[in-house]
């Protein structure tokens, strides 16, 4: 029998709290069962299994990541915009990096359409046309803001700059520079 206040939301929650401990590849309804002093069973009336418990944390990961990102946004466009979404995203994932890495999870065709990643790109978009761009320039764009905070963030929490100067925020820092530079000049447009 489950302990008693146990719930999928509460499970999920824990799940979450566990992957930013030990890493979001080490989540499992068994770790989770530890956690809680229950057995593996007691969970499945909550959890269908680890892939179902995964899930649930990618969507928690990505409502979370959202709402932050639309509270970050408010009021604020062009580079302003740009610079406070791209630093949610990087904020996030060095206080988060299990929730972090249960965002970027693959998610089945009708579940990812019905998450919060479609506010993700929405916000993307919306930022976007400030720098008006036409589709499919904003998709293009879209992935291409994606690519880097994805690309950048994850080198980062790897180590991969933790070897040479300067620090990692300064080059954050020319990054979205580069990349605000890029999208008011974007190649074929009118952006400008």
Do not use: C
């Amino acid at each position: 029998m489950a302990r008693a206040g146990l719930n999928r939301e509460r499970l999920i929650q824990a799940g979450a709290e566990l992957a930013d401990e030990v890493g979001f590849d080490q989540v499992t309804v068994s770790a989770l069962a530890r956690r809680f002093g229950v057995t593996v069973a007691s969970l499945y009336s909550h959890v269908r299994n680890s892939q179902d418990l995964r899930t649930g944390i990618a969507l928690l990961a990505l409502d979370d990541l959202a709402g932050r990102a639309a509270d970050a946004l408010a009021g604020r466009a062009g580079k302003e915009a740009l610079t406070a979404f791209a630093n949610v995203y990087r904020d996030y994932a060095h206080r988060h990096p299990g929730r972090w890495a249960a965002a970027q999870l693959r998610l089945d065709p009708q579940t990812a359409a019905d998450s919060a990643g479609f506010r993700h790109s929405t916000m993307m978009r919306a930022i976007l046309r400030g720098y008006h761009l036409p589709e499919p320039d904003q998709t293009h764009a879209v992935r291409l803001l994606g690519s880097v905070f994805q690309g950048f963030v994850g080198l980062e929490l790897g180590g991969s700059f933790d070897h040479s100067p300067p620090a990692p925020a300064e080059s954050w820092e020319r990054v979205l520079d580069a990349v605000d530079a890029l999208l008011r000049n974007w190649p074929g447009s009118d952006a400008g």
